[in-house]
């Protein structure tokens, strides 16, 4: 399950790839704007305002997510035209009028999406915008430390199943599915790749760019600098556990889950170490916005 508040911890930090994307998309007055994976909404309001003639709809698939975006107040000016759904990335179709979709944070979690890529990219309008963020940091220290803790004793039956894997392991979530479709971060999965979790951003490039787009693709390395307390778990720690950790915590009972948090923190607080009241975590972030039928 999404908590909403978990997931807003570092608000600012895990907003900024959405605004950078956001950026580069260069539509003037799309009829239609689409939030693919909008979390609990506070960023899908932002397109409202880039676009106050566009119809927009925010998507995700966690029931919590939207309850938490219909409940988020909005501005007079665009509470009319902004619709909040429960919804599947996997199903989603998009409409003859859609001409920009924003997916931040959202295909990581899905095995399979580079053909769904290319659906969108077939059947999106002409000169529509398809704008994409995936983070690229699966072979962070705070991933590496995760999957070798998941596979020592006591953990490896049950929670190394629901992390994802990548060419060593294979690809797909073996284990329970994470909610597809929230704007959220990343699965514990291996380096990018054809076979791993992501692609870098020249793998996406060449992917939409045989399907017929102009597109745009880069890398950013965020070195984020998060407050540590002394009174407060390690913020790596709670990073994760608003991300990569669910299903990890969705797997444990109570005392499992106390014992492998406490474990994990203490290898954290390693990897990362508090210097003048901060922790460095750098962040490898991947974008693509591709225009389709822009090639013809």
């Known amino acids: 399950m999404w908590d909403p508040t978990s997931y807003l911890r570092y608000g600012d930090e895990r907003s900024r790839p959405f605004h950078d994307l956001l950026a580069r998309i260069g539509a003037q007055r799309p ?38 975006a219909v409940a988020r107040k909005r501005p007079a000016a665009s509470a009319g035209r902004i619709e909040f759904s429960v919804a599947d990335v996997r199903d989603w179709v998009p409409g003859p009028d859609v001409d920009v979709v924003v997916c931040n944070a959202v295909l990581q979690w899905v095995p399979g999406h580079r053909e769904l890529l290319r659906r969108w990219a077939r059947d999106l309008p002409a000169g529509a915008w398809l704008a994409v963020q995936v983070p690229g940091n699966f072979d962070a220290p705070s991933h590496r430390t995760l999957r070798t803790l998941a596979a020592e004793p006591p953990w490896r039956d049950v929670v190394a199943p629901v992390l994802r894997h990548g060419p060593a392991g294979g690809t797909g979530l073996p284990g329970p599915h994470p909610p597809v479709a929230v704007g959220s971060g990343d699965p514990v999965g291996r380096a990018s790749g ?59 009972d109570d005392a499992a889950w106390t014992d492998f948090r406490r474990v994990l923190g203490d290898r954290l607080s390693a990897a990362y170490p508090v210097r003048n009241g901060l922790v460095s975590f750098p962040f490898r972030r991947i974008f693509f916005v591709a225009r389709t039928g822009a090639r013809s």
């Open 31 to 68: 009829r239609t704007v689409v939030d693919l994976g909008c979390g609990p909404g506070n960023l899908t309001l932002t397109l409202a305002d880039r676009w106050p003639g566009a119809r927009v709809l925010g998507l995700d698939s966690a029931p919590e997510m939207i309850e938490a």
């Open 194 to 252: 054809s076979d791993g979790p992501v692609d870098d951003a020249e793998g996406y490039a060449t992917l939409l760019t045989d399907a017929n787009c102009q597109v745009d693709a880069w890398e950013t390395n965020y070195v984020h600098l998060l407050p540590a307390r002394d009174d407060a778990v390690h913020p790596v720690l709670s990073w994760l556990e608003g991300t990569g950790l669910r299903p990890v915590r969705a797997v444990l």
